[in-house]
């Protein structure tokens, strides 16, 4: 223990501590060894860098240290640790760094523990979905990323270690003090064979049993054990105070004496450029609140400018104007318009020029974090190399954007060459003659024009095909874009679509059955998607 011992004042969160920290903390130490030497299944602790996580590594460190070499050394346990890489960058570097630490001191006290950090396949990962293949920034009725960010990368991790050894055991820093929610969901997960885990609430996940070492702490009891012992991979808990303290807007973390004082187990870590809340207030008290934080205002400034779907000059409008008025593959789809009592067309991917301008201002916040002249800052990356040839490889190869783009907004952005070579050896068309393409089809010399888009890419598709020996597929691929770039605009599209589904919901001879205006039957379904209306099951959820 450190010498220094914080008590709390007792407030509506119950302490489980009772009287006695040192004997609370010696019964839950005690539970954890007998947990451990019970069977053979690994044990994976889920780490954030936070504080709740941090005390579950802290507790079952201190456990298996106690035992004898043989017992400590018969399993494995992983600390994994998943790295969006959107995460707070001042969280996400403190996480990195913790990680090393604990993977030395573990090597050099002989424990059974290594940490991993995980991060998302490079096709899930945020900018390469975002600024790649145009998907509107995340909201409570298309929540993208969370799955592909942050459940996939463990699950998969935790699913192939619970298939190699039969089953495994998921520590995990969940109480119920956190909220009602996170309570009830507990509850509902409790009444395992064994006494100490829960069931897992994920049937793919049904051979990982989830044990909470710290299910009935309360956030002081957290705070209290983590100043009293000392962190043991040498990472010292109050550093992580007064990260929290520094990511509340007073810049306190004070005693609670009664439910109107705020606790420091409030502040919440996340994503920065996270849209399904309206500020990020940890990030932006963390940029307040420390100047060696200030640098992270250039990536709050640009989630706030380019990512903020309800900062736009017609609020009523959302993000419309910057995304196409197609879904990802060129469908129509309507929907209901309250305030007008008609309908309207559902907006897709964002715009190529909107994508544009998002990877040029990227890139610049980017280098003005390098030129912050903070200590450790200066080879910062908000996106990575192989992250921008993802993107450029999307761009070209699966939206005929063949202008070929990125390079020129990487020079722009960063006034250093690209790293890469050019994507396409047997391209044909250089930038002169695209830009004569596009002040020929453009009146307004604008690259989202539909009539230039429409030429562009049927030629592309002409280029792919011309050293093919069997041009199978090209005349679909042809009328799948003349199809899809049919209108001069999106008044004309929405025209369309409305005249196609009201031609179709009035011909009752056509479909048997009943059909209704709003609930099409599946014949109607169907036959308004091969009209290029609605898009089909699988499709409904895309943008």
Partial sequence: MENKKINFVENFQKSAFKDDIEESVQKIRKSIQELYLSDEAPWIIGYSGGKDSTA??????????????????????????TDTLVENPAVAMWVEVSLKKMELAAREKNMPIYPKRLVPELKDR????????????????????????????????????????GEAILVLGTRKAESSARKKSMENHEGSTRDLLSRNGDPKL??????????????????????????PWDFPNKQLLDMYRGATADNECPLVVDTSTPSCGDSRFGCFVCTLVEKDKSMEAMINNNSDKKWMSHLSEFRNKYLDFKNTNNPSQNDFERRDFRRMDGRLTLMNDPEKGSKKLVHGPYLQSYREEMLH?????????????????ENYQVITDEELEEIRRIW????????DRVPEIYKNATNRQYPYDQIDDSRIFNRTDLQLLKSIASPDNSIDDLHYQLVRNLLNVERNYSTAIKRIGIYENLERILVSYGFTDSNEALAYAIDKETSVLEDKDRFPGHVHANEPDSDTELYLTELNIIPSNEEKNAP
């Fill in 396 to 403: 070209v190869v699966e939206k005929n954007e063949i202008e």
């Fill in 126 to 165: 945020f900018w390469v979905n975002l600024i790649g293949k145009g998907y509107p920034a995340p909201r409570p009725m298309f929540r993208w990323c969370t799955s592909r960010l942050k459940i996939n990368p463990s699950n998969n991790f935790i699913s192939t270690l619970a298939t190699e050894n």
């Fill in 206 to 231: 049904d051979r990982v049993w989830i044990y909470p070492p710290i299910v009935d702490w309360s956030n002081d009891d957290v705070w209290e054990y983590l100043v009293t012992y000392k962190n």
């Fill in 361 to 377: 201002a990227l890139l610049v916040a980017q280098e003005k974090v390098r030129a912050s002249g903070v200590p450790g800052t």
């Fill in 56 to 81: 579950c590594v802290q507790l079952v460190w201190e456990a298996i240290s106690e035992l004898p070499k043989d017992q400590r050394l018969s399993k494995k346990i992983h600390v994994i640790s």
